[in-house]
């Protein structure tokens, strides 16, 4: 098996990394995706465990302002089974929100995406 020396635009700096057939790589492959796959099964049934816990009954009444005023959470729901909550971080003193709180919740006003809420929850 040979070996060939990273340079320093690779991740692994001046570390030797193996060069080997294309049979050999296939085979290395086919062992990593083996591997891959029970990943993707174990992260699936950790997510199934998720969703399976049970439910809080909330039994304090929450207020929010929204924007007909002051809602209750059940409000907030107008009807729909689901609800998005999302965690937008705004600091004492910021004139904007986070960037990345920005970023998703523009995503979150797509057409494509209130489409898919809207048809499918």
Same mark, same amino acid.
């Given at each position: ?7 320093? /635009? ?10 080997? &057939?294309? #049979?050999?790589?296939? !085979?290395?492959?086919? %062992?990593?995706?083996? /591997? ?10 950790? &997510?199934? #465990?998720?969703?399976? !816990?049970?439910?809080? %009954? ?16 059940? #409000? ?46």
């Amino acid at each position: 098996m040979k070996t060939i020396e990273t340079t320093s /635009k690779d991740t692994n700096r001046g570390s030797k990394h193996p060069v080997v &057939s294309r #049979d050999e790589w296939i !085979l290395a492959r086919k %062992k990593l995706l083996e /591997k891959e796959k029970a990943h993707t099964w174990r992260q699936d049934a950790l &997510s199934a #465990d998720r969703r399976n !816990l049970p439910w809080e %009954k909330i039994g304090k009444s929450y207020e929010f302002e929204g924007p007909q005023g002051r809602e209750t959470l059940s #409000d907030l729901f107008d009807g729909r089974s689901q609800l998005i909550v999302y965690h937008f971080m705004f600091g004492p003193g910021w004139g904007e929100g986070c960037p990345g709180c920005s970023s998703s919740l523009i995503i979150l006003t797509e057409p494509t995406c209130i489409l898919h809420i809207t048809m499918y929850h």
